[in-house]
Each structure stands twice: as C-alpha cells, then as structure tokens.
C-alpha cells in the first residue's frame, strides 16, 4: 500500500513557477513508475508529466514541454514537479500518482495507476 501527498500549489501570476512535491509513504518507492495529472473543471483528468522507476527516462505532454520537469529523489521517497513559465491554461487541479513496475517505461492512461494523491489546486493569474 502506498499513499501520497502532494503539496506545494497555489495562486502564481503568469509567467511564475511553482513546485509540486508528492511525498510517498510505504516501502520500495523505487519500484513504482510515477507520473503527474491534471484536471480543471468539467474536464477528464489528463496526463500531465511521467517518469520512470529509476528517473532516467521522462516525458511530458506536449503543451508543458520546456517548461515542466518531472524528477524524483528516491532516498526521499518523492517525486517533484517543477512548472515554469505557467500560463493560465495550466491551472488545475494536479494529482500524483503511482504504480508498480519491473521496467523504465512511462505510463501515460490514468487507468493505468493504483495509487493516487488527493490533489493540489494551481492558479495562474493573468
């Protein structure tokens, strides 16, 4: 079982930055693929950013690219997102999540993750 924090959002102009941490509890955070989702309003949760059991391998939906890092500390049993440049049509509600893997692959579906965080709202003023 693995639960999950995220923290760090809030209220930033355009143009700020802003980094989301997810902090996961239980054993073996190594072994879990994670990846960051968004979802505003009326909207289906989408996949925002992705990265591998060994952090070698990521990718990104192509409205973030070069702005948005995804990386993870594994000793710390976190997994951080780094947004720059925010625009307003980033603003979400973003989620972490997690799942078991045996290979550096990302995942991209949401379906595709067993454990998920409770979210952490991103408001981007114009």
């Known amino acids: 079982q693995v639960q999950l924090v995220e923290s760090g959002g809030g209220l930033v102009q355009a143009g700020g930055s802003l980094r989301l941490s997810c902090a996961a509890s239980?054993?073996?955070?190594?072994?879990?693929?994670m990846g960051w989702f968004h979802q505003a309003p009326g909207k289906e949760r989408e996949f925002v950013a992705g990265i591998s059991i060994g952090g070698g391998i990521t990718d990104y939906t192509e409205s973030v690219k070069g702005r948005f890092t995804i990386f993870r500390d594994n000793a710390k049993s976190t997994v951080y997102l780094q947004m720059n440049t925010l625009k307003p049509e980033d603003a979400a509600l973003y989620y972490c999540?997690?799942?078991?893997?045996?290979?550096?692959?990302?995942?991209?579906?949401?379906?595709?993750?067993?454990?998920w965080g409770q979210g952490t709202q991103i408001t981007v003023s114009s």
């Open positions: 999540a997690a799942r078991i893997a045996n290979s550096g692959r990302i995942y991209y579906r949401a379906n595709d993750y067993t454990y």
């Open positions: 239980g054993r073996f955070f190594s072994n879990y693929a």
